[in-house]
């Protein structure tokens, strides 16, 4: 048994990530900005990156941290620079002055093209911070995850009920279930391989093309679905009224726009992670089946 101080652990990712450390035997203490009902095994720090008191609460008495937190969607630059960059400092000050040593960081396949998108210039400079620490670290770049609780592909499964998919331009991209991700993290807590950078994926090689997925979304809400590519300037208009109607809550963005547009979101075969340290569980056929009975229980679909 160990303890586990986590961050993000009230979104998609961290609550599942939770649940498994939970009954992987492990007690959590997990930030987070409002109040939570009690939970065995969980001890809740109220606070936020931007709240060192409340880091350094998280810190006492963990063997390691998994950094999960972080900002998708938000209006500026500054935004992603305090969500990211500065929000990701602070954590590594917290573990280094608590003296943390196992530091378990999520990152993203956007890091990979900084220059792209300012979510993806946000996740590099994170790395960076992390990568000129002196904690013993490991760094996770998940390609879209999806699962039971997320939210962010539930437009893509409710467009395919109606037998329709808009996808970017010509491309390629790698997908996991969250619950293969979870996993990961947590075999990352207990065995280090190093100060390196892994991008775990479904086990499909090569990843998916946008039409081949979006077929695989609608065999799992059991329809078939007709793929249809959208170029870059209506993918920027449908940003412009998604940000109209739902505002701040808008999923599709100018800079989400940016980075889905890229033709190579697979992961890179050379940062899989040992097959004798994880291999994927979950087939995504099987996965996005499961996903879609989740939203249907839910009344999502």
């Known amino acids: 048994m160990s303890i586990l101080a986590i961050t993000g652990g009230t979104g ?3 609550k599942r990530l939770i649940d498994r450390a939970l009954a992987d035997g492990h007690q959590v203490r997990a930030l987070t900005r409002r109040a ?3 939970r065995a095994g969980v001890t809740w720090i109220e606070g ?3 709240t ?3 880091l350094a609460r998280l ?3 963990a063997e390691a941290v998994i950094h999960v937190a972080g900002v998708l969607n938000v209006p500026t630059r500054a935004d992603f620079a305090a969500g990211n960059i500065a929000g990701t400092q602070a954590v590594v000050d917290a573990a280094t002055a608590a003296d943390v040593r196992r530091f378990v960081h999520v990152s993203s396949l956007a890091a990979r093209e900084p220059q792209l998108s300012l979510y993806g ?3 590099h400079g994170a790395e960076e911070v992390v990568e000129a620490s002196s904690l013993d670290w490991t760094m996770v770049r998940p390609p879209a995850v999806y699962g039971p609780g997320d939210m962010d592909m539930r437009d893509m499964f409710r467009m395919a009920k109606h037998r329709l998919a808009l996808t970017p331009p010509a491309g390629r991209l790698s997908v996991i279930h969250v619950d293969d991700l979870v996993r990961l993290l947590l075999v990352l807590v207990a065995t280090d391989p190093g100060r390196i950078i892994l991008e775990p994926d479904d086990g499909t090689p090569g990843g998916w093309t946008h039409r081949s997925f979006a077929r695989a979304l609608g065999v799992a809400v059991g ?3 007709m793929p249809i590519a959208l170029p870059r300037a209506l993918m920027n208009a449908a940003a412009s009224a998604d940000k109209a109607i739902r505002r701040r809550g808008a999923r599709l963005t100018h800079d989400r726009v940016a980075y889905f547009c890229h033709p190579d979101w697979a992961s890179v075969p050379e940062r899989r992670p040992d097959p ?4 994927p569980e979950i087939a995504t056929p099987d996965g996005l089946a499961q996903t879609a009975a989740w939203y249907r229980a839910n009344g999502l679909l």
């Open 276 to 279: 004798a340290l994880w291999r």
């Open 121 to 123: 210039w946000s996740k």
């Open 36 to 38: 939570q009902a009690h």
């Open 59 to 61: 810190m006492e008495g």
């Open 52 to 54: 060192p008191d409340a």
């Open 12 to 14: 998609f990712v961290g």
């Open 48 to 50: 936020a990156l931007d």
């Open 223 to 225: 329809r078939g679905v």
